[in-house]
């Protein structure tokens, strides 16, 4: 069975400073991995995904992830964290076939930026 | 893209009572996919709704409890029946899943 892994339940960074948000998955294929937001009061966007090709992924807000196949691993990265990043984000894995993907979302990270 | 509304966007319910949550999508899709987001919680899939036949639901969720309409390509309603304290959640509608979620219904049961 698939799952997902967000060790961090709350992460605090200063506004200017770089981000790094941690997701594990586990998947006995090849996996389609997302990350969406959710800020306070919204429903979820989505921020990237990785289907195949390059690993790195580049998102919408300035954000980019990247798959580790050896390590099981997306994580999700922004260089300089605004305030209006502070929000929900979830990590999820869905299968690779079938015409639709029914993901499997991780627990979310809080993140919380100081001024 | 598509652009997903949601009504109520959030509610104060007595246990016992239902709620019917609204789905409006800009376009027409094929499936509509509903989830729970419980407090402080990932969200968890409650069922799969096809235009013209049934919805088929998630481990854990019954018809008699969520039922499920689908009468168009850009329609849903889910509804919430003889609510409890445990029914207090987020409920979110998503297509093209899963990219794009509805703003999500806030209910809280008393």
């Known amino acids: 069975a698939q799952s997902v892994t967000q060790p961090d339940i709350h992460i605090t960074v200063s506004e200017g400073a770089s981000l790094e948000l941690r997701c594990n998955y586990s998947y006995g294929a090849t996996p389609y991995l997302f990350w969406y937001v959710q800020s306070p009061g919204q429903g979820l966007q989505l921020l990237l995904k990785y289907f195949s090709g390059d690993t790195l992924v580049q998102g919408i807000k300035g954000f980019e992830a990247e798959f580790k196949r050896s390590q099981s691993s997306f994580n999700l990265r922004k260089p300089s964290v605004h305030w209006s990043d502070a929000a929900e984000y979830f990590c999820?894995?869905?299968?690779?076939?079938?015409?639709?993907?029914?993901?499997?979302f991780g627990r979310g990270t809080s993140l919380i930026v100081h001024p | 893209s598509a652009v997903i509304s949601q009504k109520p966007s959030r509610d104060i319910c007595q246990r016992g009572t239902s709620l019917t949550i609204q789905c409006q999508v800009d376009s027409q899709v094929t499936m509509m996919f509903w989830y729970r987001q419980q407090p402080g919680q990932s969200l968890t899939l409650i069922a799969t709704a096809n235009q013209g036949s049934e919805a088929t639901y998630e481990s854990g969720f019954v018809i008699d409890k969520f039922p499920i309409s689908r009468p168009n390509l850009t329609f849903s309603t889910l509804t919430v029946s003889n609510m409890s304290p445990e029914d207090s959640s987020i409920y979110l509608c998503?297509?093209?899943?899963?990219?794009?979620f509805g703003p999500g219904t806030r209910l809280l049961v008393l």
């Open positions: 998503s297509v093209n899943n899963p990219q794009y």
């Open positions: 999820a894995v869905g299968p690779s076939s079938g015409g639709s993907y029914i993901p499997t």
